[in-house]
Each structure stands twice: as structure tokens, then as C-alpha cells.
């Protein structure tokens, strides 16, 4: 069992940036993938960002060049940086792990989920 929780999200204009953050608690010494997970209002669940434990990651192509993901073990947390922030990338954002080491942006690969958090980006 794996708990998330989520946090960093806000507000910010066009251009800015945010740090999203995800605590992981529970089971830490399994290999686990993560990932970074949006949902805009009215529409589907997209895959953001995710690495895994062997250091492979994958961006969604709306986002490569502006986000990295990244993780600290030593801290059980997952991050994801957010450069040059558009208002199209307003959504809630949540984190995920799932088992095993290979990586995707399937959202229906992933187990367990954090709660969500809000970016919003004003033009």
C-alpha cells in the first residue's frame, strides 16, 4: 500500500511557474513508477510526466521543454517543475505510483493516487 499527498498548486499569469510536490508514505521499498496526472473541467484525465525507479521517464508532448519530473528518495517525494506556464495547462493536477519499472502515461496502469491539486493559469 502506498499513500500520496499532493501540494503546490496556485495561481499564477502566463509564463510563470510552480513546483508541484507528492509525499509518498507506506510502502517505499518496492520499485514503484510515478507519475503526474491533469484534468480540466469537461475533459479527460491526461498523462503529465512519469519516471520510474530505474531512472526512465516519459513527458506528454504538450509539455516537453517546459516540465521535468523529478524525485528525491531520500525524501519520498515526487516532483514536477513547471516552466512557462500556459493557460491551457490549467487543471488539477494529481500524483500516482504503480508497481514495476515500466514507465507510461496510461492513467489506467496506476494504483494508487493522491488527492488533487489546483493550477491555475491566468493569461
Known amino acids: 500500500q502506498v499513500q500520496l499527498v499532493g501540494s503546490g498548486g496556485g495561481s499564477v499569469q502566463s509564463g510563470g511557474s510552480l513546483r508541484l510536490s507528492c509525499t509518498v508514505s507506506g510502502d517505499t521499498y518496492s520499485r514503484y513508477c510515478m507519475g503526474w496526472f491533469r484534468q480540466a473541467p469537461g475533459k479527460e484525465r491526461e498523462g503529465v510526466a512519469a519516471?520510474?525507479?530505474?531512472?526512465?521517464?516519459v513527458y506528454a508532448d504538450s509539455v516537453k521543454g517546459r516540465f521535468t519530473i523529478s524525485q528525491d528518495n531520500a525524501k519520498n517525494t515526487l516532483y514536477l517543475q513547471m516552466s512557462s506556464l500556459k493557460p491551457e495547462d490549467t487543471a488539477m493536477y494529481y500524483c500516482?505510483?504503480?508497481?514495476?519499472?515500466?514507465?507510461?502515461?496510461?492513467?489506467?496502469?496506476?494504483?494508487?493516487w493522491g488527492q488533487g491539486t489546483q493550477v491555475t493559469v491566468s493569461s
Open positions: 500516482a505510483a504503480k508497481p514495476g519499472v515500466a514507465v507510461t502515461l496510461r492513467a489506467d496502469s496506476y494504483m494508487y
Open positions: 519516471i520510474c525507479d530505474d531512472g526512465g521517464s
